[in-house]
Nanobody, 125 residues
Framework: QVQLVESGGGLVQAGGSLRLSCAGS????????MGWFRQAPGKEREFVAA????????NYADSVKGRFTISRDNAKNTVDLQMNSLKPEDTAVYYC??????????????????WGQGTQVTVFS
């Protein structure tokens, strides 16, 4: 089992940057594919990015490719999401998620076993 806590959300002007971080507690962090999802008001939770357990393979939603970068540090049990060139449509609650022995190409919420509580990102124009 792993517990996840996100941090780094906030208010930012369009075109700006934010870095989200997710800290995992518990054993075997490196056994989890880690992902970021987001949910805007009135919308379904959607996939943003994922990173493999140890090889660094990544997967991104088309809407964030070239702007967002996911990374992880298994020694520190952390996964980060660097968000650049932010747009108002990126406004959402962002969630960190863990998929035990998962596959990085899977981008549906049902594939993930554990979730953080979420952090709000608001982008204003």
């Amino acid at each position: 089992q792993v517990q996840l806590v996100e941090s780094g959300g906030g208010l930012v002007q369009a075109g700006g940057s934010l870095r989200l971080s997710c800290a995992g507690s518990g054993r075997l962090f490196s056994h989890y594919v880690m992902g970021w999802f987001r949910q805007a008001p009135g919308k379904e939770r959607e996939f943003v990015a994922a990173i493999s357990r140890s090889t660094g393979v990544t997967n991104y939603a088309d809407s964030v490719k070239g702007r967002f970068t996911i990374s992880r540090d298994n020694a520190k049990n952390t996964v980060d999401l660097q968000m650049n060139s932010l747009k108002p449509e990126d406004t959402a609650v962002y969630y960190c998620a863990a998929d035990y022995l998962g596959v990085v190409k899977y981008n549906n919420t049902s594939a993930y076993d554990y979730w953080g509580q979420g952090t709000q990102v608001t982008v204003f124009s």
